[in-house]
């Protein structure tokens, strides 16, 4: 039996998982060193982005062995197809929402990053998700308050903090969900 406890579940699709954290790590660090590319390019990019990972939120959750907390992976799933569908369709209108979409996602990461933390207290390291939780939540606030204002200077240097940020954090998920051999 294996005795690990893990919100997220274990998963053979691991590696896809981790593959879309360095996606974002990549495209994250590409934006910060070339900013001139725009930020409606920052948007659909995104939005395809997340429709990526969405995509593989949604295979995670309807896989055979539903890993535990798959209602969280449908929930994010659905919800990063919607928003990277509404980015990728129209420019003008992503540029217009880019960041309270971004906002809502950020925020939604940080509470389950939150939830996450609470359920595992027992876990050597279950404080890392709190950390991780809080920090995703401030990015969201600071979307928020871009986006207010139409800072697009703001903006461009935060959607680049965020895709490596969330980037980096998505693969450190990928590896907690690597199934375990038991011996």
């Known amino acids: 039996m294996n005795s690990k406890l893990n919100y997220w579940g274990q998963s053979k699709a691991w590696w896809a998982v981790l593959c879309v954290g360095i996606l974002m790590v990549l495209c994250g660090f590409a934006y910060w060193f070339f900013p001139v590319m725009g ?51 129209s420019i003008t209108l992503a540029e217009a929402v880019f960041p309270y979409f971004i906002a809502f996602v950020f925020i939604f990461w940080g509470i389950s990053a939150l939830v996450s933390a609470v359920n595992q207290r027992g876990r050597r390291y279950w404080w890392l998700y709190i950390i991780n939780g809080i920090l995703l939540l401030v990015i969201g606030f600071f979307f928020i308050d871009a986006g207010w204002g139409q800072d697009m200077e703001m903006t461009s240097f935060l959607v680049s903090l965020a895709f490596i940020y969330w980037g980096f954090s998505v693969a450190m998920a990928s590896y907690d969900m690597k199934p375990t051999r038991v011996e």
């Open 39 to 89: 930020y409606a390019v920052a948007s659909v990019l995104f939005g395809w982005l997340l429709i990526l990972a969405g995509v593989v939120q949604l295979c995670v959750s309807a896989g055979e062995n539903r890993p535990r907390g798959w209602g969280w992976w449908l929930a994010g799933g659905v919800i990063d197809m919607f928003i990277g569908f509404v980015l990728v369709r």
